[in-house]
């Protein structure tokens, strides 16, 4: 916002462009006079203006600032009516009003809100003493009139409170890298075994193989009295591999007691599965000093949180019909961002809140499970300096084994006779901010002292 003063031309002093120092006691007349001759200013003398001694001390001085200590001395003030010539009036309010020359000036209001005018008013009234504050509404002007140095202050003073202020634009880069790993690497042996009687199984393989047995007695491959012969012959023809005896075992003792043992399968495991996911969401926005921006970059997921049946009865046909509507609510999924930066000189100060939300991947009573990171903080960086926010980190480890017990617990083992799954996760989230300034921030915090004149209350 760009406050435009059209102000009415007033006569103004010319003074030479010089310091001075002055260490003097004499007349207050006297001493005005000598001292605005060295600045080449003529002065006349109201009869009101008293003519009491004054000291005054002042080194490496203006005209500016003598002329504001010496109205403050001797309680007068400067009517200009030339260049080089100016009355001098005895400062008091009846001759304020009628000797103190008044312009006016026009300020644009077409971009301030109406509290803003409200408080133009009051400052103007209550603290620089401008009475005749006027605002046209239709046209949104400020109309001012009052004397030139009120007039001078008040545009001091707002031309630095409504200066633009600062802008940042916030860079912001998003990093989400998933990792999942699943590896099932080992030897895993046989965790049972079987005892079995080798003359009991041998018999029952002849009898459930019996016309291939007789074929073979024909055939003359065997004899029917070589009962090991005969169970050689089957297992070989593939007609055993749902006996004990179709697979690898071990024989102990004889006769009767003939028995074998079998073990079961042993398996070797090699494999591997690796996936890899990056994520990159590079946003930019452009805020205002002292305003809050959001950005959001996602979705809008519905989730049903109740519902409700609505009947409809047909007089006709004597019949009803219900449907079912559901109560829906909206979620923001995805990258949601709030700023609010603070600008100091070329420093920026960032308020931020940032906002992770994406599904699970999973449900509790028909109903998504929201998976939520959040960070809210301050910090501050010079512009083009680029802040670590915020870094997460989620690993997530599994393993499970298939052995014996025991010899699958002991170090070195757990290769070589365990077999299972071992699966990694791993989640990172890592958030880079680069402010830069684009428009430094107001120059001064206050502006610059001023000294009223003093008015005693007989002059009030």
């Not at 004899?223 to 075992?249: N, R």
Request: glycine residues 8%.
């Amino acid at each position: 916002m760009v406050l435009a003063p059209q102000a009415e031309t007033l006569v103004t002093l010319h003074p030479r462009r010089r310091r001075i120092s002055i260490h003097m006691q004499a007349p207050a007349q006297e001493l005005i006079r000598q001292s605005f001759t060295a600045f080449g200013i003529g002065t006349l003398f109201d009869v009101s203006v008293s003519n009491e001694m004054i000291r005054i001390d002042l080194d490496d001085a203006s005209f500016s600032d003598l002329r504001r200590g010496l109205e403050m001395l001797t309680r007068t003030f400067l009517v200009p009516v030339a260049e080089d010539r100016a009355i001098v009036y005895k400062d008091t309010i009846e001759n304020r009003q009628h000797f103190d020359p008044l312009g006016y000036e026009t300020l644009n209001a077409s971009s301030l809100q109406p509290d803003q005018v409200v408080e133009i008013q009051n400052i103007a009234k209550g603290l620089l003493g401008i009475r005749n504050v006027n605002v046209e509404t239709s046209e949104k002007k400020i109309t001012l009139r009052g004397s030139e140095d009120r007039l001078l202050l008040f545009n001091e003073t707002f031309d630095e409170i409504f200066r633009p202020r600062g802008e940042v634009v916030i860079d912001v880069e998003v990093y989400q890298l998933a990792r999942s790993k699943t590896r099932n690497i080992g030897l895993q042996l046989p965790q049972e075994a079987s005892v079995f009687n080798v003359s009991a199984e041998v018999r029952k393989l002849i009898s459930d193989n019996q016309s291939v047995v007789n074929q073979a007695i024909s055939a003359g491959l065997v004899t029917s009295d070589d009962t090991l012969g005969i169970a050689v012959l089957l297992i070989e023809g593939g007609y055993a591999s749902s006996s004990p005896l179709g697979q690898g075992f071990a024989v102990f003792g004889g006769g009767i007691s003939w028995s074998g043992l079998s073990f079961g399968t042993t398996t070797l495991h090699l494999a591997l599965n690796s996936s890899d996911s990056r994520l990159v969401d590079k946003v930019q926005m452009r805020v205002k000093d002292g305003e809050k921006g959001i950005l959001r970059n996602g979705s809008r997921y519905p989730i049903a949180t109740s519902q409700y049946s609505s009947i409809v009865t047909s007089s006709q046909s004597s019949t009803s019909s219900s449907s079912t509507v559901p109560q829906v609510q909206y979620e923001d999924l995805g990258f949601t961002l709030a700023a609010t930066p603070k600008v100091h000189a070329d420093n920026v100060e960032l308020h931020l809140d940032l906002t992770f939300r994406n599904l699970s991947g999973s449900s509790l009573n028909d109903m998504p499970i929201l998976t939520n990171r959040q960070f809210i903080g301050d910090i501050a960086a010079r512009s083009g300096e680029t802040v670590a926010l915020s870094s997460s980190l989620t690993v997530q480890e599994s393993k499970a084994l298939n052995g014996i017990p025991g010899l699958s617990e002991l170090p070195g083992f757990q290769t070589a006779s365990t077999g299972g799954d071992r699966e990694k996760d791993t989640e990172e989230v890592l958030v880079l901010v680069t402010p830069h300034l684009l428009r430094p921030a107001r120059s001064v915090a206050v502006g610059a002292q001023v000294l009223l004149p003093f008015r005693s209350d007989s002059d009030e």
